[in-house]
């Protein structure tokens, strides 16, 4: 058995149906009430109106109280769009100043009266800036993937810096090219980075500062002083105690690109005595690829 939903007292129309009130009065006791900052909601209490069109009939022609109206960003950004026409700007300078898309603009301001026509140079110009923008946003999201896969990598581990060194040293490092020749430990780099994973590795394995040297290579053409300066406080050694700087000469025909003043050419880093070093290193290695061909080390085998 379905019983009937209970109504408002009233009958939900304030009175209309038990003849208690008519319409006009009704009309105006809710027009009052609204010029007295009333909501909606407290109107349809006050006045026992559940019927929404009647509510919106009896309401007709009245603005809702500030209050009651949430703020919203899109407002702002309409107002200042308008604006903004109003001052001869095109659908492009205010997309480039307000960040919102032209679809929007258009909606906000096309009862405004059109700007003149743009000159070459304002076009270009335009356009010049919707690149830097575009540019601009695009640093941003690289700067930001960046830095998450930074916060990734986290602390690492003995082992794990161990086995970063070795590659590092293996893909940069100098390699013996034939049976019997000299073995030796040098490393030689342009990024201060690499050069920091390279010293903290040596000091992973012990060994002896006293036995590493270092010296700058650079191009004839730049401040070889500066590079000196630079490399021996990354290192954290005198600049007295860097060995003779190795100059590349000038080559007019080469179009160079490592110029200005972040160019410092690159550190040599040598350890003296390095052959045992240099075959463990060989052997270290080997050792990695071996086990990278191993079934359990493959990726995305678990």
């Known amino acids: 058995m379905t019983h009937a939903a209970q109504r408002r007292p ?13 319409y006009e009065e009704l009309r105006d006791r809710a027009v ?3 010029r007295e900052g009333l909501s909606r909601r407290q109107i349809r209490d006050h006045l026992k109106v559940a019927n929404n069109d009647l509510l919106n009939r009896l309401l007709e022609g009245e603005p ?26 095109t659908y492009d300078q205010i997309q480039l100043e307000l960040g919102c898309s032209k679809s929007s603009i258009s909606l906000w301001v096309r009862d405004l009266p059109k700007p003149p026509p743009r000159t070459r140079e304002e076009a270009s110009a335009i356009a010049k800036r919707g690149w830097e923008a575009t540019l601009r946003k695009r640093e941003k999201e690289r ?15 003995d082992r794990e810096l161990f086995l970063v060194g070795v590659g590092l040293y293996w893909s940069e490092g100098a390699k013996t090219k034939a ?11 342009s990024d201060p980075g690499m050069i920091t994973v390279f010293l903290a590795w040596l000091r992973l394995l012990e060994v002896d500062p006293q036995r590493l040297r270092f010296s700058v290579q650079i191009h004839e053409t730049a401040d ?5 300066e630079f490399w021996a406080a990354h290192v954290g050694v005198d600049r007295g105690l860097l060995l003779k700087t190795s100059l590349k000469a000038h080559n007019p025909r080469t179009n160079r690109t490592n110029t ?10 040598t350890v003296r005595d390095g052959a045992e070093l ?19 080390h493959r990726i995305g085998h678990r």
């Open 10 to 22: 009233g009958d939900g129309t304030g009175g209309l149906l038990t003849g208690t009130t008519t």
């Open 32 to 34: 009052s009430l609204r």
């Open 64 to 89: 809702p109280p500030e209050w009651t109206k949430r703020p919203r960003a899109k407002d702002e950004l309409r107002a200042r769009a308008r604006e903004l026409r109003k001052q001869g700007r």
């Open 143 to 157: 700067q930001q993937t960046k830095d998450a896969a930074a916060r990734e990598i986290g602390r690492l581990s």
């Open 179 to 189: 049976p019997g020749g000299r073995e030796r430990v040098i490393f030689v780099n």
């Open 224 to 228: 070889t002083a500066a590079a000196e």
């Open 260 to 269: 200005g003043e972040d160019y410092r050419g690159c550190l040599r880093v």
């Open 278 to 296: 240099y075959r463990r290193i060989e052997g270290w290695w080997y050792g990695i690829v071996v086990a990278a061909h191993h079934p359990d």
